[in-house]
């Protein structure tokens, strides 16, 4: 049956990233739209807002006070979701109990960062250049490395960094107390995606597990080289949509962002190596210069696709910090940026009834979102705004 046919028939999709599959539908977009249109929105924060707890010389939530940094700014966070100071629990003894068996708990330890992209207030990853995300991918980088533990095939190219022990001056970050098996990077933009606070910032979060959502992907990504004699499946799939170009918004020579076969959200976007690459450590200078290009790119057109500040949660995912030979090999770089507008800056897509008892549904094609983004290129559409 010929692909094409897909654009009008109800279908499931595989996600061979999560061994799962989503429900397509997209004769639903022929619906009629009789919604509000809105006007383009205006910037209207200032570049230093006072009451900021990440502006520059500015107090935080618990009375510490940020340096006047010039880029980025990384600290461990006030509300941290998990610390590696707490109460020692071990599950009491219940072999074969139900309470063992159904009301099973683990710690978790760990440790969280905050890290600003810019010290203006009033600025996204979208209105940043390429040469200004730079040095939040060196500071991505940075924090992987001192976290990266010592055994790790990665810790051989890694190379040498001023964070723990020897912290620099706008980094507030002492050498862990353990050895922490992954690191979540990852930013929310947007009070839509419960961001408390509009200043460009990200987090990064450490513990002693593997999350449900990177053991998911590192179990496939296993799976498929083992049964494609070493091959890896996120090179594939880079080099597949290259060459079909369908669901590509764009490309470089080191990066591809395309909105996934497998897409959840209407305009989700994947960023993906072309080649395999490990982690963050595994690139040159060159390519975190395009990994920047890249990252400028998608953002930039998600702001001018409603004219408005795009809403999304993204995250990297790439090798644990510790692991076994076959996880760290296996891993390849990919960040996710999950949007859930779908029509217009306020009408937003959930994930509800069908999507939350059977499997994940979307109307609009993952080729439709991306050839509407791939047309979205540009200047920010900002920058024509008076008073913007």
Known sequence: MSDSILDDISHRRYNPLRGSWILVSPHRTKRPWQGQQEAASKTTLPVHDPSCYLCPGNKRAQGDSNPAYKNTFVFVNDYSAVKEDQAEYTPADQD?????????????????YV???????????????????????????????????????????????????????????????SQYRYMQIFENKGAAMGCSNPHPHGQIWTTTGL??????????????RRKQGGMHLLEDYAKLESEKQERAVFENKAFIAVCPWWATWPFEVMIIARQHKRALVDFDEGEKMELAETIAEVTRRYDNLFETQFPYSMGIHQAPLAGTDAEIEASHFHMHFYPPLLRSATVRKFLVGYEMMAEPQRDITPEQAAARLRNCGGELYRMHLEGS
Do not use: M
């Open 96 to 112: 074969g109990s139900l309470s063992a068996s159904l009301l099973r708990a683990e710690p978790v330890t760990g440790k969280c």
């Open 115 to 177: 890290i600003t992209f810019s010290p203006s207030h009033n600025l996204t990853l979208a209105d940043l250049p390429p040469s200004e995300i730079l040095p939040v991918i060196k500071t991505w980088t940075e924090i992987y490395t001192a976290h990266l533990s010592p055994q790790s095939p990665l810790a051989k190219v890694s190379a040498p960094t001023t964070i723990p022990p020897d912290s620099h001056d706008q980094t507030l970050i002492t050498k862990p107390k």
């Open 211 to 224: 999350p449900e959502e990177a053991n998911l992907e590192l179990e496939q990504l296993k799976k498929y």
